[in-house]
């Protein structure tokens, strides 16, 4: 058995007097793809923004392989947002290449000369992976929605991040862009050595994409009880078949046509 | 004879007179007198907004970006921002002398406090999740400044400076009324006891004149500069 990836031991999160999360006990094991599904306002996108570092647990511990969790955001953790990921005053190649940018010129933030080409070539090659050849030299807003978060995809993946964190990515997406951003999902996840933690609203996206699914509930929702009882992981279900890092199977869908 | 005549000058006597003043070199001095006014004001007017600019960059990003530097100097500025700058004017020709540095410093104090809070404003507007994103990219606080802030503050300053153009000819005009030896607003003001219509009428136009070619000439800095701001929304 590997050792996992990330584990979550006792955590809980309290904002005020208000508990939002409780006795959250788990391990992620490397390679995985966890989708993370609950009512909202359950806490989801605070359990992700502990695994981002942004905030801290109040109780327990999270450590990724093996040692607590650096209490920033680093690059070992990307992350793409549901919106405001990518940033409007740079174009799509200028995107991409940014935490190239970032890593090798700590003072000025910004490569030149061979260095600069040879990530600038990288950062291309990446591009065209998400299907944005082509569009190098657009703005963000000149984008469609879908575009911006293949490119957001893009932009997080070029510093290869161990673990990747998605915040309801392909939410404020038309349902037939959504099974595109699928299939490149997917794809960029077998391809790459990538461990993935989705919060999605929608149960199927969780199938369709995850080899795992947990569930946020609050098992008291009543008024008088809301702000003194947390979510807990309610449910935490393998997908079946198991859906494993590496070995692509063929599209049901395409299989129909 | 019309009372008005003195008091309204005919298009001959404007024309004759902006012949004199902008084209023709004062004998004595060998100097155009537009020309020296011109550049004595346009000195005066840059600088003050330059540095005003320079600073609010400074202030306005760390005010937007550290929370520590935001509670303790928001309060300052806020005050400073209901201080009348013509009302400092005596103080400052007293302590600073009658010089020039009177008259920036007076713009600087006049147009400082607008351009800061709005800069600061453009900063705290910012969606926390870039500020997320790109500690996930990998930058430090200072990449992030110099990589996301700075580069999506710098339009609003330049759009800010080109509003702010306004009230700085107004401290400059009131600055060279009360004293200089040359300059736009202190010829305005030289001539008026004179009632010379035919000087005040062309400098005024003038002054409009190099007000818009200057906020024509920033608004189109901050289009080829920034072109992706044009994009958004
Ligand atoms: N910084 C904060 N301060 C105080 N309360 C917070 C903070 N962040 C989140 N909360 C509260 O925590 C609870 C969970 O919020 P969270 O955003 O994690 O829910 P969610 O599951 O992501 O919901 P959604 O599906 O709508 O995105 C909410 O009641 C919210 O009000
Ligand atoms: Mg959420």
């Known amino acids: 058995m590997t050792p996992p990836l990330i584990q979550i031991e ?6 005020g007097d208000q508990i939002v999360l409780e006795r959250l006990s788990l391990s992620i094991a490397p390679r995985s793809f966890v989708a993370l599904v609950g009512p909202s306002g359950c806490g989801k996108t605070t359990f992700l923004r502990m695994l981002l570092g942004e905030e801290a647990p109040t109780k327990g511990r999270i450590l990724l392989d093996g040692k607590p969790l650096q209490p920033e955001p680093g ?3 990307g992350v793409v947002f549901q919106r405001y990921s990518v940033f409007p005053h740079l174009t799509v190649l200028g995107n991409v290449m940014l935490g190239l940018d970032l890593k090798g010129a ?13 990530a600038a070539d990288l950062a291309r090659a990446l591009i065209a992976e998400v299907g944005l050849a082509g569009d190098e030299g657009k703005y963000p807003a000149q984008l469609s929605g879908g575009m911006q978060q293949r490119l957001a995809l ?19 997406l038309d349902p037939g862009i959504r099974a595109g951003m699928h299939e490149l999902m997917q794809r960029l996840w077998h391809e790459t050595d990538l461990t993935v933690v989705m919060v999605t609203h929608d149960l199927s996206e969780a199938f369709t994409l995850a080899c795992r699914v947990l569930v946020f509930e609050r098992l008291r929702d009543r008024a008088a009880e809301k702000h003194r009882y947390g979510a807990v992981l309610a449910q935490d279900m393998a997908v079946w078949p198991p859906r ?14 | 004879m019309n009372a008005n005549d003195k008091l309204l000058p005919s298009l001959a006597t404007m024309a004759d007179t ?9 004998p004595r001095t060998g100097e155009v007198q537009l020309w020296v006014d011109t550049s004595a004001s346009l000195f005066r007017l840059l600088t003050g907004l330059g540095i005003a600019a320079a600073l609010t960059l400074l202030i306005g990003l760390v005010v937007g970006m550290l929370p520590v530097a935001r509670a ?11 201080v009348p700058p013509l009302a400092l004017l005596p103080i400052l020709f007293i302590t600073l002398g009658l010089g020039e540095v009177s008259k920036i410093t007076l713009i600087v104090i006049g147009v400082m406090p607008v351009m800061v809070r709005d800069l600061a404003g453009r900063v705290l507007e910012l969606p926390r999740e870039q500020i997320v994103k790109a500690q996930t990219l990998g930058a430090s606080s200072w990449q992030v400044a110099i990589r996301v802030v700075l580069p999506q503050a710098l339009p609003r300053l330049i759009t800010s400076f080109r509003l702010q153009l306004g009230p700085a000819w107004l401290f400059l005009i009131a600055a060279e009324a009360i004293s200089a030896e040359a300059g736009l607003g202190y010829r305005i003001f030289l001539v008026r006891r004179f009632l010379a219509m035919d000087v005040i009428f062309p400098y005024v136009v003038w002054i409009t004149f190099l007000a818009v070619v200057m906020s024509w000439g920033l608004e189109r800095l901050r289009a080829r500069a920034f072109p992706w701001v044009e994009l958004g929304q």
């Open chain 1, 10 to 15: 006792n955590v809980w999160k309290e904002f």
């Open chain 1, 244 to 257: 494993i890092a590496g070995q692509p199977t063929p599209p049901k869908r395409s299989q129909a046509a």
């Open chain 1, 75 to 77: 690059p070992d953790r």
């Open chain 2, 72 to 82: 303790a100097l928001a309060p300052v500025i806020d005050v400073v921002s209901m």
């Open chain 2, 18 to 26: 902006v012949a004199r003043m902008a084209f023709s070199a004062d």
């Open chain 1, 106 to 118: 700590p003072r000025i933030g910004r490569l030149f000369g061979a260095r600069r080409r040879a």
């Open chain 1, 154 to 172: 893009a932009q997080a993946l070029i510093t290869r991040p161990r673990v990747l964190l998605l915040d309801e990515p392909f939410g404020a």
